[in-house]
T-cell receptor
């Protein structure tokens, strides 16, 4: 039982490049989330998904796209990276059906955009 | 809309000192409340949670939190901190949307 995993752990991009961050969970959770964490800003929700095939915008969605084609995977895409997207990105999952709602976090991806 | 406010952004304590971190939320209905901890270089993990049971919740590593509905507060406490408690602490609330809102976090440094 690996919990929540994220790929890659580190990445450096040049402005304008694109990339996809992969999140996978093996707990059969319905809900999945992408956050970014910046100093002094806490965790800010980018996008989330309440089930396979559904996604929704969070607090800071601009510049990002997501897809949830399979229940266990949640992809975060940056089509044209900007220096303002330099951050640590965390994926999380939770289960409403289990009635606990607590979030399980992945180890994070540190992204630098130069 | 729900929101969370953590009053202390940075706290510095000596070992064995008592800790209380403030958390206030804004939401008019039933809530579920959480405290998460992030140790240096690691991801967030659950410290404790409140789910409409006893308002005094006990978590891991000697932490506890008290839900005071009339004050919309869920403060985190520990009677005696250790150097290993150095971390960032996040309060979170879930209301009717089932999507959590996190506070900005409190950085705790414990000097040995």
């Amino acid at each position: 039982n690996a919990g929540v995993t994220q790929t890659p752990k580190f990445r450096v991009l040049k402005t304008g490049q694109s990339m996809t961050l992969l999140c996978a969970q093996d707990m059969n959770h319905e809900y999945m989330y992408w956050y970014r964490q910046d100093p002094g800003m806490g965790l800010r929700l980018i996008h989330y998904s309440v089930g396979e095939g559904t996604t929704a915008k969070g607090e800071v969605p601009d510049g990002y796209n997501v897809s949830r084609l399979k229940k266990q995977n949640f992809l975060l895409g940056l089509e044209s990276a900007a220096p303002s997207q330099t951050s640590v990105y965390f994926c999380a999952s939770s289960s409403r059906l289990a009635g606990t709602y607590e979030q399980y976090f992945g180890p994070g991806t540190r992204l630098t955009v130069t | 809309a729900q929101s969370v406010s953590q009053h202390n952004h940075h706290v510095i304590l000596s070992e064995a000192a008592s800790l209380e971190l403030g958390c206030n939320y804004s939401y008019g209905g039933t809530v579920n409340l959480f405290w998460y901890v992030q140790y240096p270089g690691q991801h967030l993990q659950l410290l404790l949670k409140y789910f409409s049971e006893d308002p005094l919740v006990k978590g891991i590593k000697g932490f506890e939190a008290e839900f005071i509905k009339s004050k919309f507060s869920f403060n985190l406490r520990k009677p005696s901190v250790q150097w290993s408690d150095t971390a960032e602490y996040f309060c979170a609330v879930i209301g009717g949307s089932y999507i959590p809102t996190f506070g900005r976090g409190t950085s705790l440094i414990v000097h040995p």
